[in-house]
């Protein structure tokens, strides 16, 4: 009687670096705790690696060393060496690749972001740069508006508008670093301004121009001479006709008189 030979059908998978390892996986779950369990686990992670360095080149150019991306990604693929079970009917690929992008994401998320932007930002932001480069590759000539980049993104214009702003958190940049444009030695720090002191002069002015108006003629000539002419007592004295002393104690209760009116009234 003839025999018939049956072709052995070779698991097919996307990519040439994923490789057939479903027997190793249903080992790996029926050993216990030991060396033989970590050699074999070590040789699982050996051999999906090369896909793991392939997630972590997806990250490129965006802040981060393909270096420390494959760093991240590797550890995103022991976490799934480790909680992979075969016996739910997935395959590692399906189960990996999800792992390894979350970790990868969440290294971006906690460890570069130069402010602290809430998640849904942060989401709004990958979904504004996705439609700028989608609409950059089509070639449509000048860049993208706010409400081009909305209807591509499938935001409102609000959303997009804060993912816009969400693109410029990602990197700080120095007080110190230089300005562009100026001369050497000119840097960031020296465009800031800084609290104009007359600021607190003028607010107090404001607050006591209606007890000044309060004041008897007298008492507000006195003070006008003395604050506002910066006449010496002994001048304001001679020219109203009375005692340097009498100036001196005038000034005095007014000037009391008026702290305590200011103070109240801003109580």
């Known amino acids: 009687m003839p025999t018939t030979a049956v072709a052995t059908r070779t698991p097919r998978h996307d990519h040439h670096d994923a490789p057939d ?4 996986f249903r080992k790996l779950c029926s050993l216990p705790h030991g060396p033989e369990r970590d050699e074999l686990r070590q040789k699982l992670v050996s051999a999906w690696l090369p896909m793991a360095e392939r997630l972590a080149g997806r990250f490129r150019n965006r802040g981060e060393s393909y ?3 494959t760093q991240v990604a590797a550890l995103g693929l022991v976490k799934a060496v480790n909680r992979y079970d075969p016996k739910r009917g997935n395959a590692f690929e399906s189960y990996a690749i999800p792992t ?8 971006f998320r906690d460890h570069l972001w130069a ?3 809430p998640r849904s930002v942060q989401d709004l932001r990958n979904r504004v740069r996705a439609a700028q480069q989608e609409l950059a590759g089509t070639g449509a000539g000048p860049a993208p508006t706010v409400e081009e980049i909305a209807d591509q993104a499938g935001l409102t214009v609000d959303e997009a508008r804060r ?5 410029n958190s990602f990197k700080t940049l120095s007080l110190d670093a230089g300005h562009p ?12 301004g800084s609290r104009e002191p007359a ?3 003028a607010i107090d002015r404001e607050a006591v121009k209606p007890c000044l108006r309060a004041l008897p003629e007298r008492e507000r000539t006195i003070l006008y001479m003395r ?4 006449m010496t007592q002994s001048r304001i004295a001679e020219q109203l006709g009375i005692s340097q002393m009498h100036v001196s104690r005038l000034i005095s209760r007014c000037c009391e008189q008026l702290r305590n009116e200011v103070l109240q009234d801003a109580a």
């Open 181 to 192: 444009g100026g001369e050497d030695g000119y840097s960031l720090i020296d465009t800031l």
């Open 67 to 69: 270096e420390d991306l």
């Open 227 to 230: 604050f506002f002419n910066d």
């Open 21 to 24: 390892t479903a027997a190793d």
């Open 163 to 167: 993912g816009l702003t969400a693109l």
């Open 115 to 117: 402010l602290h932007v």
């Open 199 to 201: 600021l607190d002069i």
């Open 100 to 107: 390894i992008n979350g970790e990868i994401k969440r290294h």
